[in-house]
Structure formats: C-alpha cells, structure tokens
C-alpha cells in the first residue's frame, strides 16, 4: 500500500523560512507529478507547486520567487522550500504524486495527511 508521509510544518514569523518533506512509501514502480497543495478553512484547496518526472516545475502566483519545489526521484521524495513567509500562506499543506501501479498499466493520486503551516504577522 503507498503511503505519502509529509514533515516540517509548523509556526513561524514573517519573513522566515520553512521547509516541508514528503517521502512516499511502499510499492512505488515509478512516480510521474508531483506537488504540493494547501487549504484553508472554508475555501478549496489550491496548488501551491508542481514537479514533474524531469523536473519541470509551475507555481502559483502568489508563491512565485518565494518558494521552491524539488524531488529526489531515487528516494521517491518532493521538498517545498517556503522564503519570505507571510500571514497568508498560513494553511494546512498537503503534498500528492501521481504514482503509477504494478502493472504500470495506470496512474493514481495519492495524498499526505497534511502538515500545518502558521505565519504570524
């Protein structure tokens, strides 16, 4: 069974930095996208950023220039490295991959089970 396990949420102030993990466990053949999402109460979640397989990456615009997205494909991991912190980025982060099955035959989503990020003013 795969599991995605995230890390390194927690409170900061403004302007500090944070960097969150996500380590992906179990029968993993092969891993396309990869990313980060967040959510706050009441509103839907929303992508953060995204890596594929070759490392092309997108973001969000409110996080562009501030935060960077990367992954280490032999330990099927993804980090999102957060500068310049602000109030607004306060959510719960959830990260995902698109992890192919045995029989490579499809491509599933898998999610973490979301890590708190709080930036107080």
């Known amino acids: 069974q795969v599991q995605l396990v995230e890390s390194g949420g927690g409170s900061v102030q403004a302007g500090g930095s944070l960097r969150l993990s996500c380590v992906a466990s179990?029968?993993?053949?092969?891993?396309?996208?990869m990313g980060w999402y967040r959510q706050v109460p009441g509103k839907q979640r929303e992508l953060v950023a995204r890596?594929?397989?070759?490392?092309?990456?997108n973001y969000a615009d409110s996080v562009k220039g501030r935060f960077t997205i990367s992954r280490e494909n032999a330990k099927n991991t993804e980090y999102l490295q957060m500068n310049s912190l602000k109030p607004e980025d306060t959510a719960v982060y959830y990260c995902?991959?698109?992890?192919?099955?045995?029989?490579?035959?499809?491509?599933?989503?898998?999610w973490g089970q979301g890590t708190q990020v709080t930036v107080s003013s």
């Open positions: 890596i594929t397989s070759g490392g092309s990456t």
């Open positions: 995902y991959a698109q992890i192919f099955n045995t029989a490579w035959t499809r491509v599933d989503d898998y």
């Open positions: 179990g029968s993993i053949p092969g891993i396309t996208a």
